[in-house]
């Protein structure tokens, strides 16, 4: 069998492309679904939860699955350009393929709120790099603007293209399991994602959902085998800062230590509350500490390092497992959407200090003595 070779390759007849596409690939999905061992018995869970690691995708993010898709099209459509607003991770994704592709790329990020590893990205692969003065949803607005004038294409998740490559994971899932989860729980900023799962369930089993109608007839897949296959409950949690779902309507000044889901004005409003509807779920705000305390419990008993964001979606099922939402018995996927690395300094701010002994065989044993 052939390696590998992105998802394109992989679900070539389910997305909108033909034998000419010029695909523009890293080789990007088919990430570990991993089964969590001990985190579940410590949040007082009776049942089991998987991570779909996509921090392990080639920019450390979910967004490579519709950045391939985003930027095969726009070279297949003859631009030279790509622009995106960011809150970091969808930069790093357009720079990395925009790199691939050999265009350039436009990347308007939020001055001071974007994470280390994410800018460095962007920096590295030779963005264009414009921090605005403004909050994400202000860039949002720009490049709409911007790229309503000038020739560089949108490869914000507006773009129909992002949710075709993104609605892949689900496919994924579906592959690993042989069935559908019965909750799949995920973190919610621009709702791009919730909205893309949402869409690769109802197409992977044949079932009709709101969502269908923006992928422009592009939706012929409805594999027989999953023919009346169930769908999973769809959660989406949100930062208690920065929760335009939990309020009814865009916030204003979102504020969040997960910066990738600082949103106050979320483009795919309709189409993410058409997936909660329609599989009977529900959405939920975390704080702060606890989206922190959820990262480091991954990290400490699992050994699965997720950013600050990705962390949210444990946050919310820890948060509805202890309300006893959640039925005792059932299997959760929970999407980790980037790779703790993005995001350093939030991870060493709430992390011990490393401990500084002399560069000598006594003190190191005294310390590690105290462990055992
Ligand atoms: N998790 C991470 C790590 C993200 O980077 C994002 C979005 C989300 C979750 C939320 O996904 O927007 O589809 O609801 N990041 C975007 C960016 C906004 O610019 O990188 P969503």
Redesign the pocket.
């Known amino acids: 069998m052939a390696h590998y070779q992105g998802l394109i390759h992989r679900y070539r007849d389910r997305l909108p492309v033909s034998e000419n596409t010029p695909i523009v690939s890293l080789n990007e999905g088919n990430t570990p679904l991993i089964e969590l061992q001990r985190l579940p018995r410590q949040v007082g869970f009776d049942g089991r939860i998987l991570v779909k690691f996509e921090g392990l995708n080639p920019t450390g993010?979910f967004?490579d699955r519709g950045m391939t898709m985003a930027v095969t099209k726009a070279l297949e459509e003859g631009s030279r350009a790509i622009i995106c607003a960011?809150?970091?991770?969808?930069?790093a994704a357009a720079a990395a393929y925009a790199a691939r592709a050999g265009m350039t790329s436009f990347v308007l990020i939020p001055e001071g709120k974007i994470a280390l590893g994410k800018l460095a990205q962007a920096m590295m692969h030779g963005a264009v790099v414009i921090q605005i003065q403004g909050n994400?949803d202000d860039g949002m607005r720009l490049v709409q603007e911007i790229s309503a004038d000038m020739p560089v294409a949108l490869v914000n998740?507006v773009n129909p293209y992002r949710l075709q490559g993104q609605k892949t994971v689900a496919f994924e899932v579906l592959e690993a399991l042989g069935q559908a989860p019965d909750y799949h729980v995920l973190?919610?900023?621009?709702?791009?994602?919730?909205s893309a799962h949402w869409m690769g369930y109802c197409e992977a089993t044949g079932q009709q959902t709101a969502a269908c109608g923006y992928c422009n007839g592009h939706c012929p897949y409805h594999a027989e085998s999953l023919q009346g296959v169930k769908r999973p409950i769809m959660l989406g949690y949100q930062a208690a800062g920065s929760a335009p779902f939990l309020r009814g309507g865009p916030v204003s000044s979102p504020e969040t230590v997960a910066t990738?889901?600082r949103?106050g004005n979320p483009m795919s409003w309709s189409l993410a509350w058409a997936a909660v509807k329609e599989s009977a779920g529900w959405f939920e705000e975390c704080t702060d500490a606890e989206i922190l305390a959820a990262q480091a419990l991954l990290a400490r008993t699992e050994g699965i390092f997720c950013?600050p964001?990705?962390a949210t979606s444990l946050a919310g099922l820890i948060k509805d497992v202890a309300r006893g939402k959640i039925k005792a018995g059932s299997t959760v996927v929970a999407t980790l959407?980037?790779h703790g690395l993005k995001d350093p300094d939030t991870a060493i701010a709430q992390s011990q200090r490393p401990h500084i002994v002399a560069a000598e065989k006594g003190p190191i044993a005294e310390l590690i003595g105290k462990f055992l």
Do not use: C
């Open positions: 993010s967004k960011s809150t970091g991770n969808t930069s994400f998740s973190p919610v900023g621009n709702a791009g994602n919730i990738a889901i949103i950013e964001s990705s959407t980037g």
